[in-house]
């Protein structure tokens, strides 16, 4: 017996499949009460290696956005600070800070369903913080004040002149 041909997948239907997951991810945070309906998940070869959803209320820690946990289940799970090769997926466009994380994993790539301003409109506008990132710090509405402190320098020196230091 022959099987029939099989038909390869649309474009985009395996990143659809995980962003559907993540998309639960964040129905379930919403069902627990721990946070915003935001899920993540990081996928490497065809592996689910981290999973999260927002757990800010639940864990009182304003870091704990779906993104980050997943991120952080995903480096512990493989013993590194790198996701080389992985990619990220997001129920919705990442915050700044979230982006912030992204770009410090160093995934392969990322893919969110729904926007920013998505969830604007339920009451997540990061506006604000999108237009202060790009405004000195003397204009920026929460006060930022450097203030000169001898030797802080001294320990980027320090980092530079460390032979078995790990870039990244």
């Given amino acids: 017996m022959t099987l029939p041909p099989t038909e390869p997948a649309p474009p985009g239907a395996e990143h659809a499949g995980y962003l ?42 304003p870091t704990a956005h779906a ?9 512990e799970r493989l013993g590194t600070f790198q996701l ?8 919705c466009e990442p915050c700044p800070m979230c982006l912030g994380a992204v770009y410090w994993a160093r995934p392969a790539a990322l893919y969110y369903a729904a926007t920013r301003h998505d969830a604007a409109a339920a009451g997540f506008s990061d506006a604000t913080i999108y237009d202060e990132i790009g405004l000195d710090p003397e204009g920026r509405s929460l006060p930022f004040r450097r203030l000169e402190v001898p030797g802080a320098e ?6 530079l ?8």
């Fill in 161 to 168: 002149a460390k032979a078995d230091r790990t870039e990244y």
């Fill in 154 to 159: 001294d320990v980027f020196r320090a980092w």
């Fill in 67 to 75: 993104e980050v946990t997943a991120i952080r289940a995903a480096c």
């Fill in 84 to 91: 080389t090769g992985a990619v990220v997926y997001a129920s």
């Fill in 20 to 61: 559907r997951q993540a998309v639960e991810l964040a129905r379930q945070g919403v069902a627990t009460g721990d946070g915003g309906p935001f899920g993540a998940l990081v996928v490497r070869d065809g592996e689910v290696i981290g999973r999260g959803w927002n757990r800010v209320i639940g864990t009182n820690d």
